[in-house]
């Protein structure tokens, strides 16, 4: 499956990279991440649940940081399931726009949940862990400028999956077949409605 | 017309286009010439009012053509005129309610409708499964080309009697050769059907004029058979000017409700390889103007489901309201790919235009008015051909029959459905089961699709040892 797109930080890019680089933070903004251990330098290992309605998959896995370019771009390998490449862009307004490009291999049970579920899935997942990341910038910033504690709690499972919930929803009205059944469904009724009142 | 429009720049309407009005008016009504001939032909041959076909099959249009494009904001440029798949099961339940006459009364067209109601809900059904399943493939499986080729052999080629009947006055095979008075009535259908042979050949790529054969046959052979003294001009002058169409609704409680809701919901299995060849063609034609123009493509061939769908929505808008079950038409679908214009709003005029159609009294008296000689003559010819477009179907798949398995199903299907409609009374195979739901016993043509179905999944799930061998290599 290939992940693109792209987000805009709040924040100057020396202190997103800080904050990206920073395996407590990126294991917070991540939805199910249960835990991301530092290895050695740029290798973490993780454990991961994602669970999707009645099917869950536990991933656990080695993360591997290279072509590391501090503060631009860093390329993300978890072993087995697919690479990423990162860009951080300084934008003149003081503002940072991270890029993301990258390829993912799902397989298991996983992947019998359908392709499309799994899409807005992982766009669920994305759009929340820079929702997380926005507030954990925020908070870093916040802390920065007053010298006090980072005051900074992740959300919960609860609030990503109302989250991915409320995703998939929307996604669903954008399918041509189901748009076509909110059409048919009232038209039908109204048609039946008209043919029994001619009828009597 | 499109085609006499100044070529300055690549002419032509997309599907989201809208022409202006005048050119949408001349565009509508001749979309309504081409689909007119064979729409009221098959309202004919099911003995339905034609001019309630004419508007509820223009207002289905409308309806599957609005739904498209808010489900999708495109539109599928389709006309659904009524399909000739269903007369041999609907002819079934008119032989079956005794009517003699040329158009049933409302009382047998509700019990038949019902029969469309199942076929639009099985359309919708299949379209969902198709989304759902990801594509085609698991169709093909379940249907493949050998079971819905055949089967269309077996409606067109079913009905060869009958329309020998039509085209000989006869009505019956039971006849005394000697007391045959009919040589003016077979001399109308021959001549319908020599004009019919002559005109498709011969104006064939002829343009606009060279898609209307039929029509033109139709009018060759009414003129023919006025001085043959066949044309009935009595029954003209009856009607007002302006007049509601006769609108019947669907009933469930009559004895033969359930023999009709599965012989003629299931013939919607024919129509689905059909409309989905029509999509995969207009889509083709679609995009090969919008590269012309530069603009971006419609790629309509993805949405196989959900044109079933529509086509299941434009059944249910017929059933409820005492029509013929629809199909896309390949004779629109011409007429667009000539005229360069597959401009929905357009489909949507003519669709207004025939809804209109149904209030003219006179129109419908004068194509009541044709001889069942004419009718016969062009049958002869348009029932033959349903059946060489399954043989189509099955070459253009390369259906190999060669193999046993393929050979064995289309054997079995064409011999229960043709030697059963042909065979039996309103063919309903002598079979007392189920009498409860077939009280007048098994319709052949539905009884061999289904036998054909389930001879195809047997071999799905107990694979032949040659496909065995094959696939593990």
């Known amino acids: ?200 | 017309m499109a085609t006499a429009a100044p070529k300055a720049k690549v002419m032509g309407y997309l599907p989201n286009d809208t022409p202006p009005f005048g050119q949408m008016l001349l565009l509508g009504l001749q979309h309504v010439l081409t689909m007119f001939p064979a729409t009221v032909l098959a309202a004919i041959l099911m003995k339905f009012p034609v001019s309630t076909v004419l508007t509820i099959t223009g207002l289905g249009t409308v309806v599957a053509l609005v739904g498209a494009k808010l489900a999708m904001g495109k539109y599928i440029p389709l006309y659904y005129g009524s399909s000739f798949s269903y007369i041999a099961a609907v002819s079934a339940v008119m032989a079956a309610k005794g009517v003699t006459g040329a158009v049933a009364p409302p009382e047998v067209i509700s019990v038949a409708t019902a029969g469309f109601i199942a076929t639009g809900v099985i359309n919708i059904v299949v379209g969902i499964i198709i989304r759902a399943s990801g594509g085609k493939e698991a169709v093909d499986k379940v249907l493949p080309p050998v079971v819905t080729g055949s089967v269309a052999v077996t409606i067109g080629i079913g009905l060869g009697a009958a329309a020998l009947q039509m085209a000989t006055g006869t009505f019956s095979s039971v006849f005394d050769i000697n007391a045959l008075t009919n040589l003016k009535w077979i001399t109308a259908s021959t001549i319908t059907l020599l004009a019919a042979f002559i005109l498709s050949v011969y104006l064939q790529g002829k343009g606009f004029i060279g898609m209307l054969p039929i029509l033109l046959a139709a009018i060759v052979g009414y003129v023919v058979s006025i001085p043959l003294g066949l044309v009935d001009f009595s029954t003209f002058g009856k009607e007002a000017l302006l007049r509601a169409p006769q609108i019947s609704f669907p009933v469930f409680n009559d004895p033969l409700t359930l023999t009709v809701l599965v012989g003629v919901g299931i013939m919607a299995i024919a129509t689905i390889p059909e409309s989905t060849a029509h999509l995969y063609q207009i889509s083709l034609y679609v995009d090969h103007l919008a590269e012309e123009q530069g603009k971006e493509k419609y790629n309509l061939s993805r949405y196989i489901g959900l044109n079933l769908m529509l086509d299941g929505l434009n059944d249910l808008v017929n059933g409820l309201f005492g029509s013929t079950a629809g199909t896309n038409y390949g004779e629109n679908n011409s007429l667009m790919v000539i005229t360069r214009n597959y401009s929905g709003p357009s489909l949507i005029t003519a669709g207004i235009i025939s809804i209109l159609l149904g209030f003219i009294g006179p129109l419908a008296e004068a194509v009541q008015s044709i001889p069942t000689a004419v009718s016969g003559g062009l049958a002869i010819y348009l029932f033959g051909v349903i059946g060489m477009q399954g043989v189509a179907l099955m070459m253009a798949e390369k259906v190999n029959l060669y193999d046993p398995k393929q050979l064995a199903i289309g054997a079995t299907v064409l011999v229960i459905g043709i030697g059963g409609n042909i065979g039996f009374s309103g063919g309903f195979l002598p079979i007392p089961l189920f009498t409860g739901v077939f009280p007048y016993g098994w319709p052949a043509i539905a009884t061999g699709a289904v036998v054909g179905i389930l001879m195809n999944l047997l071999t799905l799930f107990w694979k032949p040892p040659m496909e065995r061998a094959a696939a593990t290599k």
């Open chain 1, 1 to 200: 499956m290939k992940l693109e797109g792209e987000h805009v930080f709040n924040g100057p890019r020396e202190d997103v990279w800080e904050m990206f680089y920073d395996p407590a933070i990126l294991a917070s903004a991540v939805p199910g991440m249960d835990k991301l251990d530092v290895v050695a330098e740029n290798v973490y290992e993780g454990v991961m649940n994602v669970r999707i309605g009645p099917v869950s998959g536990k991933f656990q896995g080695k993360l591997t940081l290279t072509d590391v370019v501090e503060p631009e771009n860093l390329t993300l390998t978890v072993d087995g399931k697919g690479v990423g490449k990162v860009n951080f862009t300084q934008n003149p307004d003081g503002t940072t726009t991270l890029k993301y490009d990258g390829d993912m291999n799902i397989g298991g049970a996983l992947a019998s949940v359908g392709q499309r579920m799994i899409d807005s899935v992982a766009k669920s997942m994305i759009r929340s862990a820079f929702e997380t990341l926005d507030k954990a910038l925020e908070a870093r910033l916040a802390a920065k400028k007053t010298g006090t504690e980072v005051n900074f709690t992740p959300p919960t499972q609860t609030e990503f999956a109302a989250g991915v919930a409320k995703d998939m929803v929307g996604g669903f009205t954008k399918v041509p077949e189901l748009r076509l059944i909110l059409y048919i469904l009232p038209v039908v009724t109204i048609l039946v409605i008209l043919a029994l009142v001619l009828g009597k």
